[in-house]
């Protein structure tokens, strides 16, 4: 079955540090990849997507590589704000039962940014 | 704002109580989805409506027990639920799910059950 595996967290750090969230997944096809965002008090929104090997989804300054040999779609950001506080899904789209497509997401990883 | 709203937003519940929560979008998605966000587990997919027939039960317990009238609104009822039923329950729509599709959340429901 489809699976995705992210860091536990929590992640704390302060204004304009470097963020990296580790994803990493294993898929029966050929998925496409995704990260949603949760802010506090709220529900999912994405983030960014790839659909293809080597693709790079970004948004508001976040960057995630879809590495499929590594089977990899790890998020980076390089100076984070306070506002960039909240949970992130890394999550996969792939056929599921055969003919159905199906969301798989992480557990999800609490961001917290200090002033 | 996402375009996907549930109601209530928050909800205390007795074990014996009944009760039902709401979503609505008006986005012309014709796909429906009901999530369950328990603290350190992963969202949980509960049941998906395409074009208003059920098309997914991820083996839920019967106490849970959905319904979409129509494209645009989805509804969970809910009765005799047990205290480990408390989590946040996530309403989700998009167009018919295929491999690039984005799926749009609403706030949720906070359901507690006493």
């Known amino acids: 079955g489809n699976s995705v595996t992210q860091m536990e967290g929590p992640v704390t750090l302060s204004e304009e540090a470097f963020l990296t969230i580790n994803c990493t997944y294993t898929a029966t096809g050929y998925p496409s990849l995704f990260w949603y965002v949760q802010y506090p008090g709220e529900g999912l929104q994405l983030l960014l997507k790839a659909t293809k090997a080597d693709d790079k989804g970004s948004n508001k300054g976040f960057e995630a590589t879809y590495r499929k040999e590594t089977t990899s779609f790890h998020l980076e950001k390089g100076s984070v704000q306070v506002s960039d506080s909240a949970v992130y899904f890394c999550?996969?789209?792939?056929?599921?039962?055969?003919?159905?497509?199906?969301?798989?997401f992480g557990k999800g990883t609490l961001l917290t940014v200090n002033p | 704002e996402t375009g996907v709203t549930q109601t209530p937003r928050h909800l205390v519940m007795g074990m014996t109580n009944k009760k039902s929560l709401k979503c609505e979008q008006h986005?012309?998605?014709?796909?429906m989805y009901w999530y369950k966000q328990s603290a350190k587990k992963p969202l949980e997919l509960m049941f998906v409506y395409n074009f208003k027939e059920q098309t997914e039960n991820n083996s839920v317990p019967s106490r849970f027990s959905p319904e979409c009238p129509n494209s645009s609104h989805l509804f969970l009822h809910l009765h005799t639920l047990q205290p480990e039923d408390s989590a946040l329950y996530l309403c989700?729509?998009?167009?018919?799910?295929?491999?690039?599709?984005?799926?749009?959340f609403g706030q949720g429901t906070r359901l507690t059950v006493v």
């Open positions: 989700a729509s998009s167009q018919p799910m295929g491999l690039n599709t984005e799926a749009f």
């Open positions: 986005l012309g998605h014709n796909a």
């Open positions: 999550a996969l789209s792939d056929l599921s039962g055969g003919s159905n497509y199906k969301l798989t």
